[in-house]
Structure formats: structure tokens, C-alpha cells
């Protein structure tokens, strides 16, 4: 039971890293006014 919780907060906090590097690639983008790489970003995570 405790290494399943573990793991689901590992995956938890996954995907908050990859929310939070898409907020701030999206935030790069419209301050910089360029297309981030969103294929890039997809790849890195999966």
C-alpha cells in the first residue's frame, strides 16, 4: 500500500513538472511572441 502511494506521488508530481513547463514555455511564447515546441515538450514526457 505504501510503495503504491509513492508511486502515485511520483507520477503526481510528473505531471505537475510537465504542467508546469508547459505554463512556462506558453509564458516564454507570448512574452517572446515565438512558437514554442510543443512536439518537444510532448516527447520529453512520454
Known amino acids: 500500500?505504501?510503495?503504491l502511494k509513492?508511486?502515485?506521488k511520483?507520477?503526481?508530481d510528473k505531471l505537475f513538472?510537465?504542467?508546469k513547463d508547459i505554463l512556462?514555455?506558453?509564458s516564454?511564447?507570448?512574452m517572446?511572441?515565438?512558437k514554442s515546441n510543443f512536439?518537444?515538450?510532448t516527447r520529453r514526457y512520454n
Open 1 to 3: 500500500m505504501v510503495m
Open 6 to 8: 509513492c508511486r502515485l
Open 10 to 12: 511520483i507520477k503526481s
Open 17 to 19: 513538472l510537465m504542467r
Open 24 to 26: 512556462e514555455s506558453l
Open 28 to 30: 516564454l511564447h507570448f
Open 32 to 34: 517572446n511572441d515565438t
Open 39 to 41: 512536439a518537444d515538450l
